[in-house]
């Protein structure tokens, strides 16, 4: 584990001096609101050819989280054509900061849908965006209707996307507390993931602040929640992916240095 790239959530205004007060290789931030339909833009002073020339000084790397309102998976044409044209700036504008992925929710579909047609939804988005970075598809904690809460909705989603000339830029990515609050097995969820999409790109590690199966999405810090904490480190060492931690900010140094000492 001492080789992983480790680094955290960081605010978007200034993230090379938040990675450095945290001793952190990589970030992850947002582009904007991420709670806004609005073309999303780094805020970082000078821009985007700023931040990327700041973060290859510092020998930082940049993830960015895609807003929380995208549903490429939707039936509604009103919320699904939006979400597949923000994705597409979200990817654009990631790819002028240099970031090395974009990590986008499932998303998911109403209660009188088929779930096929939210794999079909994701595999027409994949096909038509233009990926100068990859993106790396979220497992979430909730809703019944989710396309990457369940297994067998991961693997439609996953079977559905395969056959699309963009698959080798999709990824994924794997919340330690979207898995135990969503009821996935956190002592098979890797092995239990990479056997349906043959691939773990991120891992977002986090504590959760709700029981097993809950299905709620409340992040805590490492040790303070309902996983035991070396349940959360045997997945990230058995993933061999980047960490990004997701916890509260003001123990994310504290969080790091464990993680690298073990």
């Not at 609005?38 to 000084?57: D, I």
């Not at 549903?71 to 939006?82: D, G």
């Not at 654009?92 to 974009?102: P, S």
């Not at 395969?162 to 098979?188: E, K, M, P, Q, R």
Request: hydrophobic residues 40%.
């Amino acid at each position: 584990m001492t080789s992983l790239r480790i680094g955290a959530h960081v605010d978007q205004s200034d993230p090379i001096t938040e990675a450095s007060s945290r001793g952190a290789d990589i970030v992850q931030f947002f582009l904007g609101d991420p709670q806004s339909w609005k073309k999303p833009q780094a805020r970082y002073e000078g821009g985007a050819e700023a931040l990327r020339a700041a973060a290859e000084s510092a020998g930082v790397g940049l993830y960015i989280h895609a807003p929380y309102i995208i549903n490429v998976a939707s039936s509604n044409n009103r919320i699904r054509i939006p979400s597949r044209k923000l994705l597409q700036q979200t990817v654009t504008e990631a790819a002028a900061v240099g970031a090395l992925g974009v990590i986008v929710h499932g998303g998911h579909v109403t209660a009188d849908d088929d779930p096929a047609v939210g794999y079909d939804n994701w595999r027409k988005a994949v096909d038509g965006l233009k990926l100068e970075v990859p993106i790396l598809i979220e497992n979430t904690a909730g809703g019944k209707n989710a396309m990457a809460r369940h297994l067998k909705d991961i693997r439609g989603v996953w079977e559905a996307i395969s056959t699309s000339a963009n698959i080798d830029s999709v990824g994924f990515c794997l919340d330690t507390c979207h898995a135990h609050a969503g009821g996935l097995d956190l002592a098979t969820v890797v092995d239990d993931i990479r056997g349906i999409t043959g691939r773990i790109d991120l891992i977002h590690c986090n504590d959760s602040r709700d029981v097993a199966g809950s299905g709620a999405d409340r992040h805590t810090g490492l040790g303070d929640g309902t996983i035991d904490r070396e349940q959360i480190a045997a997945i990230v060492g058995e993933a061999g992916a980047p960490v990004i931690l997701e916890t509260p900010g003001d123990g994310h140094a504290e969080e790091i240095a464990w993680l690298r000492s073990l």
